[in-house]
């Protein structure tokens, strides 16, 4: 039985977005830096999904939050 999680595009961008807000990861870094957070036999599926949503494991981790909301003026 296969106990792996499943990454869907919703739940890498949670993902992202709370490595982002916990100061561990840059906007500005690369989605392929979201590895070293991810267990390496499931990075594989976070990349087919990546790839299926159009993103580069080059792209920019902001471009993969896209629109966030500020409350704070």
């Known amino acids: 039985m296969d106990t792996a999680v499943k990454y ?3 739940v890498i961008k949670d ?3 709370q490595l982002v ?3 561990v990861v840059s906007r500005q870094a690369p989605i392929y830096a ?3 957070y ?3 036999r499931e990075w594989i599926c976070v ?3 990546l790839e299926k949503n159009d993103f ?3 792209d ?3 471009d993969l939050l896209g629109r966030e909301d500020w409350y704070e003026d």
Do not use: H, M, Q, V
């Open 38 to 40: 991810i267990p390496g």
């Open 21 to 23: 807000n916990k100061g």
């Open 8 to 10: 869907d595009i919703e």
């Open 47 to 49: 990349e087919l999904e």
């Open 60 to 62: 920019k981790i902001i």
């Open 15 to 17: 993902e992202a977005r």
């Open 34 to 36: 979201l590895c070293k």
């Open 56 to 58: 580069l494991l080059r």
